[in-house]
Nanobody, 127 residues
Framework: QVHVVESGGGLVQTGGSLRLSCAAT????????MAWFRQAPGKEREFVSA?????????YADSVRGRFTISSADTKNTVVYLQMRFLKPEDTAVYYC???????????????????WGQGTQVTVSS
Protein backbone atom coordinates (compact mmCIF):
# COMPACT_ATOMS: atom_id res chain seq x y z
CA GLN A 1 0.00 0.00 0.00
CA VAL A 2 1.37 3.37 -1.03
CA HIS A 3 1.13 6.17 1.49
CA VAL A 4 1.33 9.81 0.50
CA VAL A 5 2.42 12.32 3.10
CA GLU A 6 2.27 16.10 2.79
CA SER A 7 4.05 18.68 4.89
CA GLY A 8 4.83 22.37 4.88
CA GLY A 9 1.50 24.09 5.37
CA GLY A 10 0.99 26.97 7.73
CA LEU A 11 -0.10 30.56 8.21
CA VAL A 12 1.34 33.30 6.04
CA GLN A 13 0.48 36.88 5.20
CA THR A 14 -0.70 38.03 1.80
CA GLY A 15 2.24 38.18 -0.58
CA GLY A 16 4.20 35.62 1.38
CA SER A 17 5.57 32.24 0.37
CA LEU A 18 5.31 28.63 1.48
CA ARG A 19 6.73 25.39 0.17
CA LEU A 20 4.73 22.19 0.41
CA SER A 21 6.36 18.79 0.23
CA CYS A 22 4.85 15.47 -0.72
CA ALA A 23 6.39 12.03 -0.41
CA ALA A 24 5.16 8.68 -1.67
CA THR A 25 6.36 5.94 0.62
CA UNK A 26 6.77 3.16 -1.90
CA UNK A 27 9.30 3.16 -4.68
CA UNK A 28 7.94 1.59 -7.82
CA UNK A 29 9.40 0.53 -11.17
CA UNK A 30 7.38 3.18 -12.99
CA UNK A 31 7.42 6.85 -12.03
CA UNK A 32 4.41 8.45 -10.45
CA UNK A 33 2.34 11.31 -11.70
CA MET A 34 2.01 13.54 -8.66
CA ALA A 35 -0.52 16.31 -8.28
CA TRP A 36 -1.73 18.90 -5.84
CA PHE A 37 -5.37 19.64 -5.23
CA ARG A 38 -6.95 21.99 -2.75
CA GLN A 39 -10.29 22.43 -1.05
CA ALA A 40 -11.47 25.60 0.60
CA PRO A 41 -14.33 25.62 3.13
CA GLY A 42 -17.67 25.31 1.38
CA LYS A 43 -16.08 24.72 -2.01
CA GLU A 44 -15.34 21.72 -4.15
CA ARG A 45 -11.91 20.27 -4.44
CA GLU A 46 -9.95 21.81 -7.29
CA PHE A 47 -6.84 20.95 -9.24
CA VAL A 48 -3.76 23.04 -8.54
CA SER A 49 -0.74 21.50 -10.26
CA ALA A 50 0.74 18.23 -11.52
CA UNK A 51 4.14 16.79 -12.36
CA UNK A 52 3.91 14.00 -14.91
CA UNK A 53 5.59 10.62 -15.05
CA UNK A 54 7.73 11.73 -18.00
CA UNK A 55 9.86 13.84 -15.71
CA UNK A 56 9.33 17.14 -17.44
CA UNK A 57 5.68 17.97 -18.12
CA UNK A 58 3.89 20.14 -15.60
CA UNK A 59 0.36 21.48 -15.41
CA TYR A 60 -1.04 24.43 -13.48
CA ALA A 61 -4.46 25.80 -12.79
CA ASP A 62 -4.95 29.25 -14.27
CA SER A 63 -5.41 30.69 -10.79
CA VAL A 64 -1.88 29.74 -9.70
CA ARG A 65 0.12 29.87 -12.92
CA GLY A 66 3.05 32.23 -12.56
CA ARG A 67 2.91 32.11 -8.76
CA PHE A 68 3.28 28.39 -7.96
CA THR A 69 6.02 26.06 -9.12
CA ILE A 70 5.93 22.29 -8.93
CA SER A 71 9.12 20.28 -8.99
CA SER A 72 10.36 16.76 -8.39
CA ALA A 73 13.30 15.64 -6.30
CA ASP A 74 13.94 12.35 -8.09
CA THR A 75 13.37 10.53 -11.36
CA LYS A 76 10.51 8.42 -10.01
CA ASN A 77 8.71 11.47 -8.59
CA THR A 78 8.49 9.96 -5.13
CA VAL A 79 9.09 13.42 -3.65
CA VAL A 80 7.59 16.57 -5.14
CA TYR A 81 7.42 20.15 -3.99
CA LEU A 82 4.98 22.97 -4.53
CA GLN A 83 6.62 26.35 -4.12
CA MET A 84 3.91 28.93 -3.57
CA ARG A 85 4.72 32.63 -3.94
CA PHE A 86 2.69 35.82 -3.87
CA LEU A 87 0.05 34.06 -1.86
CA LYS A 88 -3.44 35.50 -1.71
CA PRO A 89 -6.26 35.00 0.79
CA GLU A 90 -8.12 33.00 -1.86
CA ASP A 91 -5.30 30.44 -1.76
CA THR A 92 -6.45 29.48 1.72
CA ALA A 93 -7.43 25.81 1.66
CA VAL A 94 -6.45 22.33 2.66
CA TYR A 95 -3.91 21.16 0.12
CA TYR A 96 -3.84 17.50 -0.82
CA CYS A 97 -1.16 15.58 -2.64
CA UNK A 98 -2.19 12.71 -4.87
CA UNK A 99 -0.32 10.07 -6.84
CA UNK A 100 -1.03 7.64 -9.62
CA UNK A 101 0.89 5.28 -11.86
CA UNK A 102 -1.37 5.49 -14.93
CA UNK A 103 0.36 7.36 -17.74
CA UNK A 104 -2.17 9.54 -19.46
CA UNK A 105 -2.28 13.26 -20.13
CA UNK A 106 -6.02 13.35 -20.71
CA UNK A 107 -7.16 13.26 -17.10
CA UNK A 108 -4.31 14.83 -15.19
CA UNK A 109 -6.67 17.41 -13.68
CA UNK A 110 -9.27 14.86 -12.57
CA UNK A 111 -8.97 13.91 -8.93
CA UNK A 112 -10.97 10.75 -9.40
CA UNK A 113 -8.16 9.25 -11.48
CA UNK A 114 -5.62 9.36 -8.67
CA UNK A 115 -5.11 6.24 -6.61
CA UNK A 116 -3.29 7.48 -3.54
CA TRP A 117 -4.01 10.56 -1.45
CA GLY A 118 -2.41 12.28 1.49
CA GLN A 119 -4.20 13.52 4.56
CA GLY A 120 -3.92 17.16 3.57
CA THR A 121 -2.09 20.16 4.95
CA GLN A 122 -3.69 23.48 5.85
CA VAL A 123 -2.55 26.66 4.15
CA THR A 124 -3.95 29.89 5.53
CA VAL A 125 -3.21 33.26 3.96
CA SER A 126 -4.16 36.25 6.09
CA SER A 127 -5.16 39.55 4.55
Amino acid sequence: QVHVVESGGGLVQTGGSLRLSCAATEHTFSPYTMAWFRQAPGKEREFVSAFLWDGRTVYYADSVRGRFTISSADTKNTVVYLQMRFLKPEDTAVYYCAAKLAQSRRDVREGSTYDFWGQGTQVTVSS
